[in-house]
């Protein structure tokens, strides 16, 4: 089993900035892109951000893309959602997702999931 391992949530006022990271195992990186789901109470999961390894083409969701922004670390097999300006609304747990392509993590066609990060903005 791939693992995807999320951290860096927790909880900040709203206007404040969160850094998550997801550091993927070896085998992840068959795929060529990641990214990030949220999904709050009683809502469906939503896209929030995505990026492909080998030409770092990054795609987000029009609720964050002036907020978020998302990075990768070939390195340490790593993929980073830097957080600014968090709104009450961003509240909700963030999971990391690794796929074959870009076009389908964001559509939710990932082969790998992580267990998720909670991420809580208050008001």
């Known amino acids: 089993q791939v693992q995807l391992v999320e951290s860096g949530g927790g909880l900040v006022e709203t206007g404040g900035s969160l850094r998550l990271s997801c550091a993927a195992s070896a085998r992840a990186h068959n795929g060529n892109a990641m990214g990030w789901f949220r999904q709050a109470p009683g809502k469906e999961r939503e896209f929030v951000s995505a990026i492909s390894w080998g030409g770092g083409r990054v795609r987000y969701a029009d609720s964050v893309k002036d907020r978020f922004t998302i990075a990768r670390d070939s390195t340490k097999n790593t993929v980073y959602l830097q957080m600014n300006s968090l709104k009450p609304e961003d509240t909700g747990v963030y999971y990391c997702?690794?796929?074959?392509?870009?076009?389908?993590?964001?559509?939710?066609?990932?082969?790998?999931w992580g267990q998720g990060t909670q991420v809580t903005v208050s008001s």
């Open positions: 997702a690794a796929g074959k392509m870009l076009n389908w993590v964001v559509n939710g066609s990932s082969d790998y």
